[in-house]
C-alpha cells in the first residue's frame, strides 16, 4: 500500500478545471487536508468545495474524488465527516453544460460506497489506558461518530441518488 495521495502526482491537474479556472492548485488543497492541523483542515476542504462542488461539479472533481475517498478511510485526516459532507455534496452538485461532468463524478462518489459502508459500520472505540487521556479519549470517540454519522447520511443519498445526468441505479 502507497502513502496517503501518493497517485494524484500521475493527475495533469493543469489541463483540469474547477470553478475559478485551472485546478493545478487541487493538489495542494488535497495534502492541507490529508497532513494540516484541524483549522488548516477545515479550511482546505471548505475552499476545495468551493472549487469543485458549488455550485457545479468539474472535470476536477472526477479526479479529485477518489483522493477524498482515500482521505475519508485514513484516520489521521483531522476532518473526515468533513470530506464525507463533500462527498455528499458532490453527489448532489451537477453541471448543466457538461453532464458528462456530472455523471463522472456521480459514479466516483458511488464507486466508493462501500467504503462508506465500512465507516458507517465501525463501531470500534478507543481503548481505555488512563485517567489523563480521558479529554483524548473522548474527542476521538466523538470524531468517530461523527464520522459514522457522515457516513450514514452519505450512504443514503448514494442508496437513494437520482438525477437527469445519472441512469437508475440498483443497489
Known amino acids: 500500500m502507497g502513502t ?5 502526482r500521475n493527475v495533469p491537474w493543469h489541463e483540469l478545471q ?7 492548485q487541487v493538489p495542494g488543497m488535497l495534502s492541507r487536508i490529508a497532513w494540516g492541523d484541524g483549522p488548516t483542515a477545515e479550511d482546505a476542504l471548505s475552499d476545495l468545495g468551493q472549487w ?8 476536477a472533481t472526477v479526479a479529485a474524488v477518489p483522493f477524498l475517498w482515500e482521505l475519508a478511510a485514513t484516520e489521521t485526516v483531522k476532518d473526515r465527516a468533513g470530506v464525507l459532507e463533500l462527498l455528499a455534496a458532490i453527489l448532489a452538485s451537477g453541471h448543466d453544460l457538461h453532464p458528462e461532468w456530472t455523471r463522472a463524478a456521480h459514479d466516483a462518489v458511488v464507486a466508493g460506497r462501500p467504503t462508506a459502508a465500512r465507516l458507517a ?3 470500534s472505540s478507543p481503548e481505555a489506558q488512563t485517567h489523563a487521556h480521558e479529554r ?5 470517540q466523538a470524531q468517530k ?27
Open 136 to 140: 483524548a479519549q473522548a474527542q476521538a
Open 4 to 8: 496517503v495521495l501518493g497517485e494524484m
Open 18 to 24: 474547477h470553478a475559478y479556472g485551472s485546478a493545478s
Open 121 to 123: 459500520a465501525d463501531t
Open 52 to 59: 469543485i462542488a458549488a455550485p457545479a461539479v468539474f472535470d
Open 145 to 171: 461518530q461523527a464520522v459514522r454519522d457522515a457516513a450514514v447520511r452519505l450512504l443514503a443519498a448514494i442508496d437513494g441518488h437520482t438525477c437527469a445526468a445519472c441512469p437508475p441505479r440498483t443497489v
